[in-house]
Structure formats: structure tokens, C-alpha cells
């Protein structure tokens, strides 16, 4: 790999682009019995920030969800608007208040919430499970399982969150 795009249109759905996208650079990558050339995304990759940026149209829980719009990072791995192709994605969240614990419990009582509320497709299989955590270097990784709409397979997502602040 040697590309690293950003906001490049996601393979399935067109008019949507993802953060980041890994490529191959003047190479064949064959994963999993899939090919991969120049311009073809290994990964696809979503950031956001923790909090969410104040505006009118964001939503508060938009890492997980956005009731005002598809935006919503788990929420479109979920829909299959990213990484419809894909098994795996990652998101990046950059930690600018609080820390590794208190988004922990965050996230997963967004998530919660959206089981309670009966929102479709989502359930106590989407909560984050954490990997490791680096103190140092600041950097927490985890790690979540998603059933998917529109007869996608499930996805894997790994979530690394930088401590900015």
C-alpha cells in the first residue's frame, strides 16, 4: 500500500466518500480471494471527532448515530452507504475532551439507547469491546461486530481513538 486517499467516493455508493481510504500503489493485492489495484479501497475508513462539533444539523451521537441524517459513523457501515464491499472497516475518533473511559460509556449507551428505542438493526452486538489501550502514546483500540441492511454481510469495525487533548 501506498495511497492514502481522502474524501474519495466509497466503490458502492457513489455519492458518498469516505475519510480515508487505503489503496494499492503499482501492485496487485489479492485478500481473502478479492483482487485489488491501483484505486480499488482495502479499507475503508471513517473519522470523527468526540464531541461532535456543535451545528444544528449534527447530532450529539453522530459516532454511533444521526437521527437528522445518514451521517452517522457506525450508523453507515451499518446501512452498507460505506464499505458495502468490505468485511472490515475502521473508524478514527479524535478525542478532543474527556477520555478513553468516559467515550466508552458514551458510545455504548448511545447504542443502547437505539436498542431501547427500537431502532431497526441495531442491538447489545453492536457495543464496542475494548482491544488495548497505550496511556503513552495515548491511543486506545477496539473493536465491534455489526449486522448490516440490504442482505450485506456482517462487518467488522476498528475503532482507534487519539487522545488529542
Request: overall charge negative; some cysteine; charged content about 30%.
Amino acid at each position: 500500500m501506498c495511497d492514502l486517499d481522502a474524501e474519495e467516493p466509497d466503490e458502492q455508493s457513489r455519492g458518498r466518500k469516505l475519510d480515508l481510504i487505503p489503496a494499492p500503489c503499482d501492485a496487485t493485492v489479492w485478500v481473502e480471494g478479492r483482487r485489488y489495484i491501483d484505486f480499488d479501497p482495502l479499507l475503508p475508513i471513517e473519522c470523527k471527532r468526540l464531541p461532535t462539533p456543535n451545528d444544528t444539523e449534527r447530532d450529539e451521537r453522530e459516532y454511533v448515530f444521526n437521527q437528522y441524517a445518514s451521517t452517522g459513523g457506525i450508523q453507515r457501515f451499518k446501512s452498507g452507504h460505506h464499505g458495502a464491499a468490505h468485511k472490515l472497516g475502521a473508524m478514527i475518533a479524535y478525542v478532543q475532551r474527556e477520555n478513553r473511559v468516559f467515550w466508552h460509556s458514551q458510545v455504548a449507551e448511545r447504542i443502547m439507547e437505539l436498542v431501547k428505542l427500537g431502532q431497526p438493526g441495531w442491538s447489545a452486538n453492536d457495543l464496542l469491546q475494548l482491544e488495548q489501550e497505550d496511556e503513552t502514546l495515548k491511543l486506545v483500540s477496539l473493536r465491534s461486530s455489526h449486522a448490516r441492511e440490504k442482505d450485506l454481510p456482517e462487518i467488522e469495525l476498528r475503532h482507534l481513538w487519539v487522545q488529542m487533548n
